[in-house]
């Protein structure tokens, strides 16, 4: 069974500052993806790394995908309060499973004015 | 264009009862999955289905749980004598193809078991 850990599960950080959020895992994954969810709605994919080593910026987000392809992480710089909400990391098995996508728990993001 | 619908929104019904879970996904995509989303618990995989056939049935917890698609479109999870460990958001997600693409989800039905 492929699990993805992510930390902190928890983080609660005042506007401007910048923060990290990590996803690992002892499996590699063909890609994975970042969601972010609100109360109420479902996930909304945010970016897919597919190659080892890979970096992807997103206006203030940058994502990067282990050179293993084993773990992630994504940074923010200068979070706003809009930044809030719950980010989940979710890995795309291998070969004919690749559709099948392996989500941890989240971290839940509060950035305060 | 209009999204991933699910219905109910939410959901209470007693032990023992029988719920109908619906599932509209974005038209054209041939891939659809439901997830189920509990408190502490990441979004875990119960089926994926490419058309009206399901391949991949292997998250279903146990028989009490199964679902159905028809015409290549609506989806129904059904949930049998419901338990209160049955508690939790489902969330149906659809694709254009099957594959690591993204997977655009619904709002998701919130189910409480009392």
């Known amino acids: 069974t492929q699990l993805l850990e992510q930390s902190p599960q928890f983080l609660s950080i005042q506007e401007g500052e910048?923060?990290?959020?990590?996803?690992?895992?002892?499996?590699?994954f063909s890609s994975l993806q970042w969601y972010r969810q609100e109360p109420g709605e479902g996930p909304v994919l945010l970016v897919t790394?597919?190659?080892?080593g890979e970096v992807k910026k997103l206006k203030r987000l940058t994502f990067q995908f282990?050179?293993?392809?084993?773990?992630s992480s994504l940074h923010i710089t200068a979070a706003q309060p809009g930044d809030?909400?719950?980010?989940?990391?979710?890995?795309?098995?291998?070969?004919?499973?690749?559709?099948k996508l392996t989500f941890g728990k989240g971290t839940l993001l509060t950035v305060n004015p | 264009g209009a999204g991933v619908s699910q219905s109910p929104s939410n959901?209470?019904?007693?032990?023992?009862?029988?719920v109908e879970l619906r599932c509209d996904p974005i038209s054209g995509h041939t891939a659809l999955y439901w997830y189920r989303q509990s408190l502490g618990q990441g979004l875990e995989f119960l089926i994926y289905f490419q058309g009206n056939s399901a391949p991949d049935k292997s998250g279903l917890p146990s028989d009490r749980f199964s679902a159905e698609r028809t015409g290549g479109s609506v989806s129904t999870l059904t949930i049998q004598r419901t338990q209160q460990e049955d508690s939790a958001v489902y969330l149906c997600a659809s694709s254009q193809r099957t594959g690591p693409y993204e997977q655009y989800f619904g709002p998701g039905t919130r189910l409480t078991v009392t």
């Open chain 1, 18 to 28: 910048n923060l990290t959020v990590y996803c690992n895992s002892s499996s590699v």
């Open chain 1, 66 to 71: 282990g050179d293993a392809r084993k773990d």
């Open chain 1, 49 to 52: 790394v597919v190659t080892g």
């Open chain 1, 84 to 99: 809030t909400g719950l980010y989940l990391c979710a890995g795309a098995g291998s070969g004919g499973s690749n559709y």
């Open chain 2, 11 to 18: 959901k209470v019904t007693e032990k023992g009862k029988d």
